[in-house]
């Protein structure tokens, strides 16, 4: 089944010490985004490649970057993660259309603590 | 600016009563609307999405959502809750081109047996 993939499920890194999730996909979507989602929160935007082209939200912190080498593959480079920084965080694709985007489909998330 | 308003953080049902989870947006155009559904320490999942061509929308698991443009409204509903439906429900929205999903706050569903 295509679907977005995401490792690991679960990752401990210790306060600043850089940490890299990755995600896969094999829908071929144009379009990837990374989603941080804090406990009972609702997902809130890093940022998202359209192709090539990275956009970053405003209010993303520089602590977090991103890399997609290529359409199936992204990654979420936390460069010093702090312990506000544990969290869920969700890669979700989606496919441009005439008009506007399709649905965004997500993995099952990265679950990250800090030490 | 848009955005999404879901009343109840937490919504309580017995196994076999009605499920409704309300959602309110505001949007200067006509949106497309979501609901996803999040089990615990799972991504979400796509339960349905209205993008203009029927005011009600069937989608997985027997929900469905009805698109009310006079009330900016679109509120899900399932005729029997299920245990398994327990979950965080989110609504969300995106304006045409726009690649940026708002969601609202979520709200959790609890099912008793």
């Known amino acids: 089944d295509a679907m977005v993939i995401q490792n690991p499920r679960y990752q401990v890194t210790q306060f600043g010490k850089p940490v890299t999730l990755s995600c896969s996909q094999t829908l071929n979507h144009n379009v990837m985004y990374w989603y941080q989602q804090k406990s009972s929160q609702a997902p809130k935007l890093l940022f998202h490649?359209?192709?090539?082209?990275?956009?970053n939200e405003a209010d993303t912190p520089d602590n977090f970057q991103s890399r997609r080498p290529n359409t199936s593959f992204c990654f979420l480079d936390i460069r010093s993660p702090g312990l506000g920084d544990a969290a869920m965080y969700l890669c979700?694709?989606?496919?441009?259309?005439?008009?506007?985007?399709?649905?965004?489909?997500f993995g099952p998330g990265t679950r990250l603590l800090v030490l | 600016a848009q955005s999404v308003t879901q009343l109840g953080s937490h919504v309580s049902v017995s196994e076999g009563a009605l499920v409704l989870l309300r959602c309110n947006y505001s949007?200067?155009?006509?949106?497309?609307l979501f609901w996803y559904v999040q089990y615990p320490n799972q991504g979400l999942q796509l339960l349905l999405k209205y993008t203009s061509a029927a005011t009600l929308v069937k989608g997985i698991n027997g929900f469905e959502a009805e698109f009310k443009k006079s009330e900016t409204s679109f509120h899900l509903t399932k005729p029997s809750a299920h245990m398994s439906d327990a979950a965080e429900y989110f609504c969300?929205?995106?304006?045409?081109?726009?690649?940026?999903?708002?969601f609202g706050s979520g709200t959790r569903l609890l099912v008793r047996p």
């Open positions: 490649y359209y192709d090539k082209d990275f956009n």
């Open positions: 979700a694709t989606s496919r441009e259309i005439q008009g506007g985007q399709e649905t965004q489909y």
């Open positions: 969300a929205v995106t304006e045409g081109s726009s690649y940026k999903l708002i």
């Open positions: 949007s200067s155009v006509p949106p497309y």
